[in-house]
């Protein structure tokens, strides 16, 4: 599964503020809320599920690109969120770099084989530099879209 079938333009923050760890949790977590993705009374319960997978080990697994995850018995489907920090945030992450791409989604617990295989998808794609390099230089959430559905960042038509 491609990650830009998940995601949509107003999923998409293009200048991440924080640069801690949790506060881009949070961030991403309130802009789904703000964008109406995620009901606001899921909101706490999110909040704690995604600290809870953090406290076993960062999700920040390299390559400047985090991962947070977790399961919700209340959604119906996937939800996802995709962040770009210029500055960099401290995640925490494997290799001690600092995160500049986070791929915050939410799975329903029914669909946990879901989870595995875009958890999957979504590492080995950031383990390519010049889709990295892409993202980075990408100027809009269309471009953003176009990089991850595989189609180039310039000159899409």
Known sequence: MKLASLLTPDQIVLDMRTEEHMGAILELVDHLVEVERLSPSLREEVVESLRAREEQVSTGIGY???IPHAFSEKLDQVVTVFGRSAKGIDFEALDHCPVHFVVLFLVPKKDYHMHLQ???AIAKMFTNCE???QLAAAECRTEILNIL???GSRNVA
């Open 64 to 66: 400047g690109v985090a």
């Open 149 to 151: 559905a595989g189609k």
């Open 118 to 120: 875009t958890l999957a």
């Open 131 to 133: 889709i990295r390099k």
